[in-house]
């Protein structure tokens, strides 16, 4: 089956400051890569999501970029704002099929 | 928009008994829906994939007798954990995937119900 493994599991920035998070998968059939944001105590929230025909997505303050051939894909938050501080979820799957999720990254804006 | 719902938000039983737990899509339907579990400070554990009409499949290590998953309609899906015990005590949080145009799926997460198994 799918492996996800996210890196790392706990980022500190200082507001304004820029954050990445990394993942790579293991099952070259997934081809749908999303990001969740977790607040504690609440749902995942969908907040960027990459299928595998394009390398980069970008959303305001938000991006995403893939790597099909070394399988990993990545996270970017600029301008990091306290709102931002919460747990982060990537995510792998086979269109229609199960998601498997990394580990989570902590991320806590220090303002 | 997406909407999931989830009843109950929080449940606490005695062990040995048999608890439901019932995942709704409001405003659209889901063939497929997730069922997770989350520990504390921990990721989502895919426990098994609800479909429509279907039996479901089950992840390596999740017992199906223990937990029983229905999915009778496109917008219902129940997860009964049966003769709880309290190492059952989790996060359980549904999912629902919406189909877009062009076969593209997004998951929406319903909000969650937390047990508690004394």
């Known amino acids: 089956g799918e492996n996800v493994e996210q890196h790392p599991s706990t980022l500190s920035v200082q507001e304004g400051d820029s954050a990445v998070i990394k993942c790579t998968y293991s099952d070259s059939a997934s081809n749908y890569f999303p990001w969740y944001k977790q607040e504690l105590g609440k749902r995942p929230q969908l907040i960027i999501d990459?299928?595998?025909?394009?390398g980069e997505k970008k959303d305001q303050r938000i991006a995403v970029t893939l790597n099909k051939t070394a399988k990993h894909f990545s996270l970017h938050i600029t301008e990091t704002q306290p709102e931002d501080s919460a747990v982060y979820f990537c995510?792998?799957?086979?269109?229609?099929?199960?998601?498997?999720f990394g580990t989570g990254t902590s991320l806590t804006v220090i303002p | 928009g997406a909407v999931v719902s989830q009843h109950p938000s929080r449940v606490i039983c005695k062990s040995g008994t048999s608890v439901k737990i019932e995942c709704r899509s409001l405003d659209f339907q889901a063939t497929t829906m997730f069922w997770y579990r989350q520990f504390p400070k921990q990721s989502l554990m895919l426990m098994a994939t609800?479909?429509?009409?279907?039996?479901?499949?089950?992840e390596q290590g999740v017992e199906k007798d223990k937990f029983l998953i229905n999915h009778a309609s496109l917008t219902l899906s129940t997860l009964t954990v049966t003769s709880a015990h309290p190492e059952d005590s989790s996060f359980y949080i549904c999912s629902a995937l919406k189909l877009a145009g062009g076969n593209q799926e997004t998951q929406y997460f319903g909000p969650g119900t937390r047990l508690l198994v004394l």
């Open positions: 990459i299928r595998s025909n394009v």
């Open positions: 995510a792998a799957s086979e269109t229609g099929n199960q998601f498997y």
């Open positions: 609800s479909n429509e009409g279907s039996k479901a499949t089950y």
